[in-house]
C-alpha cells in the first residue's frame, strides 16, 4: 500500500491534482495547519485563565472572539478535513477502485475550505460555535458575523460533497467481488459518517439563512422583537450537530479499526459487530439533539424523550470498545506510536462517555449544564478520542506518504505528553464545573477552588503543547532526514498485516508507484 | 472467522441494565422535583446585559442583589429583556436559561442561611463573565 512518495513534484502538481492520494494529502497538511492554529488560540485562552485577572488578553471581545475561532476551528477546519484526508487515501483502496466516484468533485470540496477558513479567522466572530440567537442576531457585531455565517455555509457545501463522495464511491464503485458486508471497517465508517452528514446539515444550511435574514432585519425567525423564537434555532442547530459530533467520532473509530487489529497482529473480533454499531449510531445519533437543551424550559415529557434517546446510543459505543478490547485480547501487540494512540484514544473515548451519561440524566444535567464539565466532556471526545485517532492514523499513514520512518521515540514521548496532559486538562475541568464554574467566560471572582484548578488545567494544556511541538519537529526532522522506510512493512510486524491492495498516483509516472 | 459472541451479549446486557437503572433513577427524581409546591412564593427574575433584577410578590424590588429566608420555598419565574442568558445558584443546583418572549420556571428551598453566589451561565456578550449577583439567605 504506497500512497506517495519522497519523489520530488513541483508544488502546483499537487495542488491541481484530482487524484485521491493528492487531494489526500491537501486535506492532511491542511488539516494540521488548522491544528496548530487553533491549538495556540487554545494556549492563549488557557494563559488568560491562568489566573484571575488580565493575564495576556486585554479585553473580553478578544477573548470572546478566539474561543469562537478555536471551537470553530477545530471542528471544521481540523477534524472534518483530517477525517477526509484518511478517506481519500484509504476508501479508493479499500473499496478497490482507481480513484473516488467524482473527482474533480473531490478536489473542489477541498478548496472551498481554505476561503471559508479565510472568512472565519479574518472575521472573528464572538458569539461561540453555536452562534445562538437572539445574541448572534441583535448583539454580535458586524461584519465578523457575516463571515461567519458565510464561512459555514460554505464548509457545510464542502462537506455535503465530499459525503456524496464518499457514499458514491463505496456503493457504486466497489469491486464486483467485494461484497458491502465485507468492505473493511474504515471504509465502512465513511460510509455511515457521510450518510449522517447528508441527512443532518441541510437543517443547519436552512437555519444559517434564517439566521442571516434575520440579521439583515427581513425576517425575525429567532428574533423575539419580531415575534420569532430563539429556541427554534436551537433545534435547528443542535439536529445537526448532535448528529455531527457522531459525523466526527465515526471515522476515528474506523482509523482505530485499522491500527488495533495490526498491532495486535489479529484479526478484528467481529467484523459485523463493527458494521451494526455504525449503523445503529448513526440511527440512534438523531434521537438525542435536545439533550443540550434540556435547561430551556422543555417539558418534563421533553426531557424524557430525549434523555431515553441518548442513552439508546451509548451500547452501541460499547460495542466498539469491546470490540477493540476482544480484539487486543491474547494479541501479539506492538506497542508502537500509533497502537498507543489508539489506545489511549479509547481508554478516553470510554471516560468521555461516561460523563456523558451524567450529562443526559436530566437531575444531573443541572449541575453539569454550560459547566466547565460540558468543557472537559466534549474535549475528552474531540481531543482525547477523535484527534487521538486522528494523530495516531497520521503516524500510521507517514511512511507510506513519504517513504521514510518518523523516529520512534519522540513519537512515544509525543503520546505520554499527550496522554497526561489530556487527563490533567480534561479531568480537572470536570470537577472544576462541579464547583459551578461556567464555561465562556474571561475573568473570574478569586474563588479559592477556581483558582488552584484554573491554573492546573492551564498546565495541562502547555503539556499538550510541549507534546504537539514535538510531533511536529518530528514530522519535518523525520520527512527529509527519517531512515528510509521499508514499504512492505514498515511497522516490522509480518507483511501479511497490512492492506493488501496498492494504488498508483498517475502522476508519479510510469514505472514508479 | 470463528468465535463466539455470547460474551458480547452477557457485556451488553450489563451495560444496557446499568444504563436503564441510571435512566430510571433520574426520571424519577426529576418527575419530583419538576412541580414547585403550591405554597411557594413566587421572585419575578429579570436578566439583562449584564445584570440581574429580582422583584418580590410584595413588590420590593432588588437589583444585583437577592434576600431570602431559609427553608422557605420559593419559585423563580425567569425572563430576560434582550438575548439569552442562564440564571444560575450553583450551590442550590438553581439552573434555569432566561429566554426573551418567555417565562421560565424553577424553584427551591434554601436550606442552609448565608451569602451565596448568583451567575450567568449561558453567554450573553461583553460582560457575560462578571454577570453575577449575592444571594442573602438569612435565618429565622
Ligand atoms: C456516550 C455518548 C454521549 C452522551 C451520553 C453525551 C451526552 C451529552 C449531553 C447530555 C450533553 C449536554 C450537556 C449540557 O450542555 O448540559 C453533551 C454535550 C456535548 N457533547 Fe456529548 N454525549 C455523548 C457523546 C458525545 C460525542 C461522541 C461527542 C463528540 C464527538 C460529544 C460532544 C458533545 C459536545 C460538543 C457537547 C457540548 C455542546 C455545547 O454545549 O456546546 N458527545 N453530551
Ligand atoms: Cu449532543
Ligand atoms: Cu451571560
Redesign the interface.
Known sequence: MVLELARPRPIWQIMFSTHHTDVGLLYLVFSLLAMFVGGAMAIALRIELFAPGIQLIEDSMTYNRLFTAHGTTMIFLFLLPSAAAVGNYLVPIMVRYKDMAYPKLNAIAFWMIPPAAALVWLGMADFGWYANPPYSVISAPAPAAEMWIFGLKVLGVSSILSSINFVVTILKCKHPDLSLGKVPLLAWSFLTSSIIVLAAMPTFAAALLMLLTDRLGVSGFFNPAMGGDPIAYSHLFWFTFHPEVYVLVIPAIGMMYEIIPRFSRRPIFSHSSGVAAFIILALVSFASWAHHMFATGMSFTEKTVFMVGTLAAVPASAMHVFNFLATMWNGRIKFATPMMFAVGGIALFFAAGAGGVVNTAMPLDFITHDSYWVVGHFHLFVFGTIAFGTIGFVYYLFPYITGRMYNEKWGVVHFILAFVGACITFFTQHILGLFGMPRRIYDYPEIDSWISMNALISVGAMIILVGMVIFLGNMIYSMAKGKPANLEDPFGLGGKYYYPFAQRNPQHGEGGY | ?A?S?W??WI??GV??AL?IY??A???N???I??HAPEDAEIIKVTAQ?WFWSFEHEDGTKEVGELHLKKDHAYKFEIQSK???H?F?I??F?V???A????I??VWFSPNEAGEF?I????????????M?AKLFVEGV
Open positions: 472467522m468465535h459472541n460474551a458480547e457485556y451488553l451495560v444496557t444504563l441510571v435512566g433513577e433520574a426520571w427524581v426529576e418527575r422535583i419538576d446585559q434582550d438575548v439569552v442562564n444560575n450553583p450551590e443546583v439552573l434555569m436559561d429566554i426573551p418572549g418567555r421560565n420556571t453566589d451567575q450567568c451561565r449561558e453567554y450573553c456578550g461583553l460582560i457575560h463573565y462578571n453575577r
